[in-house]
């Protein structure tokens, strides 16, 4: 079965970089499929922020493109997100996620993880 | 970049009623359209994707349709177990973008 799970530090200074890990079980990320991150801020919707395939192509969310990096470490079977510049909106629950790039679905998720940008 | 148009943002209903939300987008999709189901403190969960393909595991009373620009999902038979946020997500040209979300309760 396919497990995604978030780790990172839960608190960032104001226009630090924040960076996040998901390391990824029961799949190997150079088999297919996309591999993304979206975000929820508390009581607020979703916002997809990137995506990443095996060979290392990427694609942003033009409202963050700027500031996001998504790299990818098969050896490790995971991928990574560094989001620079952060301010207090992007406080976050911070989710990993495999995607179909036909469909686009996002079909396995991590359990997510709570980033909180403050001093 | 296209816009989804998600209602409406909370609805309550009773065990048992037909449950119907709809999505809009502001351009052609064609069918680039999926469903989640979010829990409090949970990942989403897909539901259904290509606007009516029911993804393994999940219950036959839920049900998608449309093409274009108009998509419904729709719950057959409410269950107290369906009670979370639910939310569209089109596809194009490697953006994707989710719906505000639409928050069902039991009455």
């Known amino acids: 079965q396919v497990q995604l799970q978030e780790s990172g530090p839960g608190l960032v200074k104001p226009s630090e970089t924040l960076s996040l890990t998901c390391a990824v079980s029961?799949?190997?990320?150079?088999?297919?499929?996309?591999w993304g991150w979206i975000r929820q801020p508390p009581g607020k919707g979703l916002e997809w922020i990137g995506s990443?395939?095996?060979?290392?192509?990427?694609y942003y969310n033009p409202s963050l493109k700027s500031r996001v990096t998504i790299s990818v470490d098969t050896s490790k079977n995971q991928f990574s997100l560094k989001l620079s510049s952060v301010t207090a909106a992007d406080t976050a629950v911070y989710y990993c996620?495999?995607?179909?790039?036909?469909?686009?679905?996002?079909?396995?998720w991590g359990q997510g993880t709570l980033v909180t940008v403050s001093s | 970049d296209i816009q989804m148009t998600q209602s409406p943002s909370s609805l309550s209903a009773s065990v048992g009623d037909r449950v119907t939300i709809t999505c809009q987008a502001s351009q052609d999709i064609s069918n680039y359209l999926n469903w989640y189901q979010q829990k409090p403190g949970k990942a989403p969960k897909l539901l259904i994707y290509?606007?009516?393909n029911l993804e393994t595991g999940v219950p036959s009373r839920f049900s998608g349709s449309g093409s274009g620009t108009d998509f419904t999902f729709t719950i057959s038979s409410l269950q107290p177990e369906d009670i979370a946020t639910y939310y569209c997500?089109?596809?194009?040209?490697?953006?994707?973008?989710f719906g505000q979300g639409t928050k069902l309760e039991i009455k």
């Open positions: 990443i395939y095996h060979s290392g192509s990427t």
């Open positions: 997500q089109q596809y194009d040209n490697f953006m994707y973008t």
């Open positions: 996620a495999r995607h179909d790039p036909q469909n686009g679905s996002f079909d396995y």
């Open positions: 029961g799949y190997s990320i150079s088999s297919g499929y996309y």
């Open positions: 290509d606007a009516s």
